[in-house]
T-cell receptor, first 114, second 112 residues
Framework: GQQLNQSPQSMFIQEGEDVSMNCTSS?????WLWYKQDPGEGPVLLIA?????ELTSNGRLTAQFGITRKDSFLNISASIPSDVGIYFC??????????????FGQGTTLQVKP | DSGVTQTPKHLITATGQRVTLRCSPR?????VYWYQQSLDQGLQFLIQ???????AKGNILERFSAQQFPDLHSELNLSSLELGDSALYFC???????????FGQGTRLTVV
């Protein structure tokens, strides 16, 4: 199935460190979204981006919608143990059609050492 | 709590059997989506319904079918189950046909 290129695949960091992950695509999207998934749970929406170049924050999280509409990044500042989980980027609309269908990245597994 | 309710949470069944997964969307959401999450394929879009009508289709197998009822809840039917169908199945909902989606907690299907 279709997937976005998300990197890194996994990260193991010290509590208090900043984290950065990104997603790229060969096709454009109208919306980029970032989700977090805890074990045994469904993905939880963290941030949604709607315009190319848009920079949006949600607490310690900051995400940007790339100018080309083919990429996005997510930064987490001052990580804490509860940031542990799998982070997914997802693209919607644009080249994937004018529906709500989401194309997901492979996920970034984040582990935080206290 | 996203407001999207999925039942059952876990399901164990034998190969060749048929199962039905159920989803109640968030109050006010007209669109429902089904996704499959497996270790090797990640999160894959299966199908979308909007206000009772099929809106978009992904790589959904012919053995799988879905529908959205007048009260907007949705069911995903999986038949002639194979071992490879074992996965997490998520339902998501959104207000309109192309806005951000909120996910349920999923149904873990194990085919033995």
């Amino acid at each position: 199935g279709q997937q976005l290129n998300q990197s890194p695949q996994s990260m193991f960091i010290q509590e208090g460190e900043d984290v950065s992950m990104n997603c790229t695509s060969s096709s454009i999207f109208n919306t980029w979204l970032w989700y977090k998934q805890d074990p045994g749970e469904g993905p939880v929406l963290l941030i949604a981006l709607y315009k190319a170049g848009e920079l949006t924050s949600n607490g310690r999280l900051t995400a940007q919608f790339g100018i080309t509409r083919k990429d996005s990044f997510l930064n987490i500042s001052a990580s804490i143990p509860s940031d542990v989980g799998i982070y997914f980027c997802a693209g919607q609309g644009g080249g994937s059609g004018n529906t709500g269908k989401l194309i997901f990245g492979q996920g970034t597994t984040l582990q935080v050492k206290p | 709590d996203s407001g999207v309710t999925q039942t059952p949470k876990h399901l164990i069944t034998a190969t060749g059997q048929r199962v039905t997964l159920r989803c109640s969307p968030r109050s006010g959401d007209l669109s429902v989506y089904w996704y499959q999450q497996s270790l090797d394929q990640g999160l894959q879009f299966l199908i979308q319904y909007y206000n009772g009508e099929e809106r978009a289709k992904g790589n959904i197998l012919e053995r799988f079918s879905a529908q959205q009822f007048p009260d907007l809840h949705s069911e995903l039917n999986l038949s002639s189950l194979e071992l490879g169908d074992s996965a997490l199945y998520f339902c998501a909902s959104s207000v309109s046909a192309n806005t951000e989606a909120f996910f349920g907690q999923g149904t873990r299907l194990t085919v033995v």
